[in-house]
């Protein structure tokens, strides 16, 4: 039945996971399904791949931010 709503209306996603300050991960509220901002901005598919980048980045991002909160 979600699906049938998500199929006619349109997905309705909402913030799950903030990756970086560009990069989130989203998640529909009906039917929840997985969706990532790719390179160029683009709502993709949260594959397996995907996700292990997105954990990458974010332990990128954190490691970068708190040293250089450190610093200053």
């Given at each position: 039945?979600?699906?049938?709503?998500?199929?006619?209306?349109?997905?309705?996603?909402?913030?799950?996971?903030?990756?970086?300050?560009?990069?989130?991960?989203?998640?529909?509220?009906?039917?929840?399904?997985?969706v990532t901002t790719d390179v160029s901005g683009?709502?993709?598919?949260?594959?397996?791949?995907?996700?292990?980048?997105?954990?990458?980045?974010?332990?990128?991002y954190q490691r970068r931010h708190t040293s250089?909160?450190?610093?200053?």
């Amino acid at each position: 039945m979600k699906k049938l709503f998500c199929s006619i209306f349109g997905h309705h996603y909402s913030i799950s996971k903030k990756v970086t300050s560009h990069i989130k991960e989203y998640k529909c509220v009906h039917c929840q399904k997985q969706v990532t901002t790719d390179v160029s901005g683009n709502l993709s598919s949260l594959t397996p791949e995907l996700q292990d980048i997105n954990r990458t980045l974010e332990r990128i991002y954190q490691r970068r931010h708190t040293s250089t909160q450190q610093v200053a």
